[in-house]
């Protein structure tokens, strides 16, 4: 019921917004995929997802410019925020797998591609967790601890995370490098909106994904 509620609070708090503010660009892998458009049934989660970076101030992209940037051949930086159960039925090709409450900033994958790119406007570090709850929260935290820093390449957050790039027909491999079609959904109300097989869910831990 809380979950719910704060659910309900979010997309009205973007719909009574009078914008969203969208930028980035940028990636050093490529990944298989097909860039399907996004069906109209799934608009309700989009704007949900979307609540989720305005709720902790954060940029992020929608699947589509995810998947242009890829085909762009953009430096980009892929980070996982997921649990190691989730984590465990499929990943993004190219994602470091890291902890929840892992300070993302100071990972030394991420310092040392802030370095490799300082002054590359293009650049961006994207990360994702189911539908962008956690990774929203990630980014937030990183960039108040390290606030110099965020200037430098900016993290950015996929809206809808994993379960918005998987609907939209983003490549997933298991841990092991084999394709899958699995997803973990997170939890039971996040999983209703996955078009893949899902794995079941966590107990959801906090009030979003």
């Not at 101030?57 to 159960?85: K, N, S, Y």
């Not at 802030?114 to 980014?139: D, F, L």
Request: net charge positive.
């Amino acid at each position: 019921m809380r979950e719910r509620a704060l659910r309900f609070t979010l997309v009205l708090a973007l719909l009574a917004s009078v914008s969203i503010g969208l930028t980035a660009s940028s990636v050093p892998f490529k990944a298989a995929i097909t860039a399907a458009p996004v069906p109209l049934q799934w608009s309700a989660f989009e704007l949900l997802a979307a609540g989720y970076s305005r709720l902790f101030g954060v940029v992020d992209i929608r699947t589509e410019q995810f998947f242009a940037w890829l085909r762009d051949d953009r430096p980009v930086l892929l980070i996982d925020v997921r649990e190691p159960q989730e984590q465990s039925v499929s990943v993004m090709p190219g994602a470091i797998a890291v902890g929840v409450d892992t300070d993302i900033a100071a990972l030394p994958a991420v310092r040392a591609f802030r370095a490799q790119h300082a002054g590359n406007q293009r650049a961006r570090i994207v990360v994702y967790c189911a539908a962008g709850y956690r990774s929203g929260r990630s980014i937030a935290r990183a960039n108040k601890a390290h606030p110099a820093e965020e200037e430098q390449v900016p993290f950015i957050n996929l809206r809808g995370g994993i379960i918005s790039y998987a609907n939209a027909g983003g490549r997933l491999l298991t841990p092991a490098g084999q394709p899958t079609q699995k997803v973990h959904g997170y939890n039971e109300s996040w999983s209703q909106y996955l078009k893949k097989p899902a794995e079941p869910p966590l107990p959801p831990a906090v009030p979003g994904a």
